[in-house]
């Protein structure tokens, strides 16, 4: 395609319809972006599927690299955060499957991002390019105020980027997944609803601008003992919203190894990258109050009837 054409068909898409992939998104493309970083350093707890073997590979990696490869990209993992000092524009999304203070020492032993590379990551969402998170990715450089929603502005600026944090989390079980948006082909396929094991991660401090794509039913989760955290009406599993030019997006599955190898969710991973890197046109049009009202509602036995804050 001409250049000249190109720019016009991307303003025409651009100014339709309240896509999440942007201007900025397609240039990118256009410039010779074709790598996505997957980032997975882990300064709190590590998951397996990103424990690094002798070759510094790991599960998430190589899925992620074939899925990436057949829309034409290249995945370049890592869990040193001095990547963060060098050229970002390379890069046409950031994955992260991350957990602790991302800035300071500790963990898996990696170098920590350091200030300057704090402030290029906010900087390149910020200006298109895209943002995927993976299960512990709203275990990640938040407060740590346990049962409590926390106001906008106390929130870390990753949370309010990502859109959401972890409180903890109860045994793995299976639970209801409910569809909310039909953009992904892979969640159309399994509408309107469908069972999933997971380590359900208890999140609070969603973003009220999120867009829901799916969300995990808890009306007949296990609620006792640990699984107390579960007694709350339904919350957010999988959404995405816009970070100015930016979309950002996450993804509250993949625990379990199988996620990662079984192929069940290959589909899924793939939408999700696509939509990361513009390929796949999803609203980013706020719908929380309609689709979890009461996402923050935390119903267990340290506090119970807090106000609703994510409207």
Request: proline fraction near 4%; include cysteine.
């Amino acid at each position: 395609m001409r250049r000249r054409d190109f720019l016009t068909a991307s303003a025409l898409a651009a100014t339709a319809l309240p896509f999440a992939s942007t201007l900025s998104q397609l240039f990118a493309a256009e410039n010779g972006a074709k790598k996505i970083l997957l980032f997975s350093r882990s300064q709190g707890f590590e998951h397996s599927p990103i424990k690094f073997d002798e070759n510094g590979d790991c599960l998430a990696a190589k899925k992620l690299g074939a899925l990436a490869k057949e829309l034409g990209y290249e995945l370049v993992s890592t869990k040193d955060g001095a990547v963060f000092d060098g050229d970002l524009s390379q890069y046409a999304a950031f994955v992260f499957y991350t957990s602790g203070n991302l800035d300071q020492e500790g963990g898996d032993g990696q170098n920590p991002i350091s200030a300057e590379g704090m402030k290029n990551f906010f900087k390149a969402v910020r200006e298109g390019v895209g943002f995927l998170g993976f299960h512990s990715a709203t275990d990640t450089f938040r407060l740590g105020t346990g049962y409590k929603v926390d106001p906008y502005y106390e929130q870390t600026e990753y949370v309010r980027l990502l859109g959401g944090e972890f409180i903890v989390h109860g045994e793995q079980q299976e639970a209801t997944v409910e569809i909310h948006d039909e953009s992904f082909p892979s969640l159309a396929a399994r509408k309107p609803s469908y069972r999933w094991h997971e380590e359900w991660y208890a999140n609070k401090n969603f973003a009220p601008d999120m867009h829901v794509l799916a969300s995990v039913q808890t009306a007949d989760m296990k609620k006792e003992g640990h699984n107390k955290c579960y007694d709350r009406p339904a919350f957010p599993c999988i959404w995405a919203r816009k970070e100015k030019e930016g979309v950002v997006l996450y993804c509250a599955f993949g625990h379990n190894d199988s996620f990662w190898n079984d192929g069940q969710s290959d589909d899924l991973l793939s939408d999700l990258l696509k939509a990361a890197v513009g390929q796949i046109q999803i609203s980013t049009e706020p719908n929380l109050k309609r689709c979890c009202p009461q996402a923050d509602m935390l119903q267990n036995s340290w506090i119970k009837g807090l106000v609703n804050t994510s409207d």
